[in-house]
């Protein structure tokens, strides 16, 4: 697993978030809607076609929804650029940090019970984050280092904002890729052998890269709630999962571990040559391509699961209810609120961020998504958006490493087709 870190990208940090009230809509099939010119939504399926057919990425599937309505959930081009074999709707992606999201709400829904709180240090969860130590010099020649006390202990919300201190193993700086290397930290992703909680006991006696609170860096903070996760509801993130959140939604095809009845519906991870040709990566010794369909307990809350784009609709369209779906009250609106408004301050420069999200300032008068928009991706080259003012799911699903150059040209000009689409 050592050269995992050259199979990851950090995901495509697409700003967003949302605020106003929202009305409980549920997804529904596609029918005339009184908000949209379906004449013009024909340039979103153009779009996908030419970048298909210019060898710009296999294939892909795409939803957006639009007031509870499905406006488009259509697959395009290739899935197994070697077989070859049609990308289908319903394909299983590997969607890596969208798992984010998931362990963002599982948190709150445990904040809501009670049983945490955002200040509550995590050293009353995971013993070992007690008396945090970070860098303070280090020697590349043997991966040595020393360190200085930490000014607090990190909390529940510092990991929720990626405020932590932590760094990421094997897509962060060289520095702290060392480090956590030779501690025998990974991304957690295609992790199968490692121990969770033996694993997050080596990351809370590594030396943080930063003063907690004190800025912004993408780490693996949800690793670490995923595990808090697990110590707080005494279930396996996996299990806590499927009967708090995907079993109350219907999402019937988002796993940690696929069932083998699932197993050809995983779409192909792909990767292009130097002739702009697509070929499917396939297992090897550095990385299981298919981690997916084998069996692993270790539950990666920043990176771990699978899923379709319905699915993650559907888990969308409830944050846009403000935590209600099919009848069930999954959140609160006044968390969903906190969750979707920016908890950084200032720390990402202009750019903010929620407890789990991208989000859209007022200050982004160039961007075409609406102020409040929230959104992330996935280092697989999965991504989404969800705009509350005009009730629009965008979720765009492709697999492929390295990221094709064009695929943010792609989302870009999609954002725009469909805003360009509203009457």
Known sequence: MASLGRFLFLGLILIGAFGASAQVIDLAPAKPNPHVHYDRLKRVDDLMTQFVQEKKIPGAVLLVLKDGQVLRHQAYGLDDADAPKPMAKEALFRIASQTKAITSVGVMLLIEEGKLLLTDPVSKYIPAFAKPVVLDKFNAADSSYTTVPAKREITIKDLLTHTSGLGYAQIGSPTMNAIYAKNQITAGIGELKANLPETMARLGKAPLEYQPGTRWNYSLSSDV?????????????????????????????????????????????????????????????????????????????????????????????????????????????????????????????????????????????????????????????????????????FQLMTQQYPASPYLEELRAKLSVAIYQSLK
């Open 225 to 393: 709630l995923g595990y808090v996760i697990e110590v707080v509801s005494g279930m396996s993130l996996e299990a806590f999962f499927q009967q708090r959140l995907f079993t109350p939604l219907g999402m019937k095809d988002t796993y940690f571990n696929v069932p083998a009845s699932k197993h050809s519906r995983l779409s192909a991870l792909n990767t292009q040559d130097s002739l702009g040709n697509w070929h499917k990566i396939p297992d090897s010794s550095e990385f299981p391509a298919s981690f997916p369909n084998q069996t692993t307990s270790y539950f990666s809350g920043g990176a771990g699961l699978t899923s379709t784009a319905l699915d993650y609709g559907i888990f969308l369209q409830m944050l846009l209810n403000k935590g209600r779906y099919g009848g069930k009250t999954i959140l609160s609106p006044r968390i969903v609120e906190m969750m979707t408004v920016n908890q950084v301050g200032k720390l990402m420069g202009e750019r903010q961020f929620g407890l789990g999200f991208g989000i859209v300032p007022e200050s982004a008068p160039d961007e075409v998504q609406s102020p409040e928009t929230f959104s992330w991706g996935g280092a697989f080259a999965t991504n989404y958006w969800a705009d509350p003012q005009k009730k629009i799911v």
